[in-house]
Nanobody, 115 residues
Framework: QVQLVESGGGLVQSGGSLRLSCAAS????????MGWHRQASGKQREVVAV???????NYADSVKGRFTISRDNAKNTVYLQMNSLKPEDTAVYYC?????????WGQGTQVTVSS
């Protein structure tokens, strides 16, 4: 079994910063991809950023230059540093682990950006 536990969400003013963390536990493969997705109210879930086992990254165009994804393989933890936050970044942020053809999701953490 795999468990993902997110932390770090909250309420922040526009232009502020937050750092999300996601710790994975259980049967974790050395080769995997971890990432962050978000779902705003009334909208579909969308990918925000993804990082591979060796550090390759991809970002949604809407967050490039503002968000940074990183990981600590020794801790099986992925981070999302979010700077210059905008009200349109408001959403529930979900951590995802992809390994051996299976997806695992965290429970989500709310990020609210006030204008």
């Amino acid at each position: 079994q795999v468990q993902l536990v997110e932390s770090g969400g909250g309420l922040v003013q526009s232009g502020g910063s937050l750092r999300l963390s996601c710790a994975a536990s259980g049967s974790i493969s050395r080769i995997n991809a971890m990432g962050w997705h978000r779902q705003a109210s009334g909208k579909q879930r969308e990918v925000v950023a993804v990082i591979g086992s060796f550090g390759s990254t991809n970002y949604a165009d809407s967050v490039k230059g503002r968000f940074t994804i990183s990981r600590d393989n020794a801790k099986n933890t992925v981070y999302l540093q979010m700077n210059s936050l905008k009200p349109e970044d408001t959403a529930v942020y979900y951590c995802k682990l992809l390994q051996m053809g299976s997806d695992y999701w965290g429970q989500g953490t709310q990020v609210t950006v006030s204008s």
